[in-house]
């Protein structure tokens, strides 16, 4: 298990012996997110660091299951000293206190009733030697089991001619998913799997290679899921567990009827506990 230490934020080859300097912002933010990872204790599981190319296009296709999976998947990069850009909404790009640092970092944004724009920019970052991070579930999974893929991250691979690197993250939900509060504690677990390069094969069509894909990112989540170290508290803490496992998270069935429900503008009823609240707990906990 890897714990952010105070070094580490001030390591001066933290990002390689001559990083572009036009990743400057992207630098700070990584600093700034090794604070938080230190400041909570989060304890890291990171395997397969060593898939991620040291030079070259490639694109990271993750499940989905946290607000902040892209820094976990982004700690995976850093010890090849690869910076990787997420597509993330277009919304997000354009609000007032995250868009200028999504812009900085170069993310893709992505507009959904638009997308080919950022098809096409995505795949000039691939060509261009960057490594591109995808959720192709399209938004976090509340049944914590892996959603239908959409299929532009292996059309990109297969037009770019760059090799997709499955991946599964799993335990930042128990801080901050869909439908649930926001939960402050410290010690939380957080697994990164990174799985075995799969190139596209000559004259392969993407919906294969997308079938390849699904297939090796399930493997992935379920040996995150399983070598887990953490376990739920009690019954009322297995909220965070798929129900295949014994969890009571929604079956896939019942989280696409709630999904639909969510698109569609009804409020899904949160059952944690307020935030304020847990900020209150989080300062007054002796340890």
Same mark, same amino acid.
């Given at each position: 298990?890897?714990?952010?230490?105070?070094? /580490?934020?001030?390591?001066?080859?933290? %990002?390689?012996?001559?990083?572009?300097?036009? /990743?400057?912002? &992207?630098?700070?933010?990584?600093?700034?997110?090794?604070?938080?990872?230190?400041?909570?204790?989060?304890?890291?599981?990171?395997? @397969?660091?060593? $898939?991620?190319? !040291?030079? @070259?296009?490639?694109?990271?296709?993750?499940? $989905?299951? =946290?607000? %902040?999976?892209? +820094?976990?998947?982004?700690?995976?990069?850093?010890?090849?000293?690869?910076?990787?850009?997420?597509?993330?909404?277009?919304?997000? %790009? =354009?609000? #007032?206190?995250?868009?200028?640092?999504?812009?900085?970092?170069? $993310?893709?944004?992505?507009?959904?009733?638009?997308?080919? !724009?950022?098809?096409?920019?995505?795949?000039?970052?691939?060509?261009?030697?960057?490594?591109?991070?995808?959720?192709?579930?399209?938004?976090?999974?509340?049944?914590?089991?892996?959603?239908?893929?959409?299929?532009?991250?292996?059309?990109?691979?297969?037009?770019?001619?760059?090799?997709?690197?499955?991946?599964?993250?799993? @335990?930042?939900?128990?801080?901050?998913?869909?439908?649930?509060?926001?939960?402050?504690?410290?010690?939380?677990?957080?697994?990164?799997?990174?799985?075995?390069?799969?190139?596209?094969?000559?004259?392969?069509?993407?919906?294969?290679?997308?079938?390849?894909?699904?297939?090796?990112?399930?493997?992935?989540?379920?040996?995150?899921?399983?070598? &887990?170290?953490?376990?739920?508290? @009690?019954?009322?803490?297995?909220?965070?567990?798929?129900? $295949?496992?014994?969890?009571?998270?929604?079956?896939?069935?019942?989280?696409?009827?709630?999904?639909?429900?969510? !698109?569609?503008?009804?409020?899904?009823?949160? +059952?944690? +506990?307020?935030?304020?609240?847990?900020?209150?707990?989080?300062?007054? #906990?002796?340890?």
């Amino acid at each position: 298990m890897y714990t952010a230490r105070w070094g /580490d934020v001030a390591r001066r080859d933290l %990002f390689g012996p001559h990083p572009d300097p036009r /990743d400057r912002p &992207y630098h700070g933010v990584i600093r700034l997110a090794l604070i938080v990872f230190r400041l909570f204790r989060f304890r890291f599981d990171v395997r @397969g660091q060593e $898939h991620v190319p !040291a030079t @070259g296009g490639a694109i990271i296709c993750s499940n $989905h299951v =946290s607000f %902040f999976d892209f +820094t976990y998947l982004g700690l995976a990069a850093l010890p090849q000293h690869r910076m990787v850009r997420f597509m993330a909404k277009a919304s997000v %790009f =354009s609000n #007032r206190f995250s868009g200028p640092f999504m812009r900085a970092m170069h $993310h893709i944004p992505v507009d959904r009733t638009a997308g080919a !724009a950022a098809f096409d920019s995505a795949v000039r970052a691939l060509k261009d030697g960057q490594v591109v991070g995808v959720f192709p579930e399209a938004t976090i999974s509340t049944s914590f089991t892996v959603k239908d893929l959409k299929a532009g991250a292996a059309r990109m691979a297969v037009q770019a001619g760059v090799p997709i690197l499955p991946a599964a993250v799993w @335990g930042g939900h128990r801080i901050a998913t869909k439908a649930h509060d926001v939960v402050l504690r410290r010690d939380v677990a957080v697994t990164v799997l990174i799985g075995e390069p799969l190139v596209p094969e000559p004259g392969e069509k993407p919906q294969a290679l997308l079938r390849r894909t699904r297939v090796a990112m399930e493997a992935l989540l379920d040996e995150a899921q399983r070598s &887990y170290p953490d376990q739920p508290a @009690g019954d009322d803490d297995r909220w965070w567990l798929p129900a $295949h496992l014994g969890g009571t998270a929604p079956t896939p069935e019942e989280a696409a009827v709630r999904d639909n429900a969510y !698109a569609a503008g009804h409020k899904v009823t949160s +059952t944690r +506990t307020p935030p304020l609240e847990q900020v209150r707990k989080l300062l007054t #906990r002796r340890r």
